[in-house]
């Protein structure tokens, strides 16, 4: 199992940038899928972004329609840590942001596959 906690969230008008982070403890991060999720209220949780490390340091990155070319993930591999660089916020974006660990081989966006999760942080973006 890993342990993730989720900080960075916070209040942002439409069109700014926030950075949210995801540190991990427990069992190194690389052995998992790492993914950001986000559910807005009255919304199912949805998938926004995921990051892979192969064997090789090689990585593959994946996104959401809604967020690609505007979101950024990342990881800081000695700290253990993912990231989301999120720009060019909308306020559609609004929603508690989730950090997710999955195990499972292959390419992961159901939230039913994601077996560790982080509280949640908030991200407010005003119009």
């Known amino acids: 199992q890993v342990q993730l906690a989720e900080s960075g969230g916070g209040l942002v008008q439409a069109g700014g940038s926030l950075r949210l982070s995801c540190a991990a403890s427990?069992?190194?991060?690389?052995?998992?899928?790492m993914g950001w999720f986000r559910q807005a209220p009255g919304k199912e949780r949805e998938f926004v972004a995921a990051?892979?490390?192969?064997?090789?340091?090689?990585?593959?990155?994946n996104y959401a329609g809604s967020v690609k070319g505007r979101f950024t993930i990342s990881s800081d591999n000695a700290k253990n840590t993912v990231y989301l660089q999120m720009n060019s916020l909308k306020p559609e974006d609004t929603a508690v942001y989730y950090c997710a660990a999955s195990d499972r081989r292959g390419v992961q966006t159901a939230p039913a596959d994601f077996g560790s999760w982080g509280q949640g942080t908030q991200v407010t973006v005003s119009s």
């Open positions: 427990g069992r190194t991060f690389r052995s998992y899928l």
């Open positions: 990051i892979r490390w192969s064997s090789n340091s090689v990585y593959y990155t």
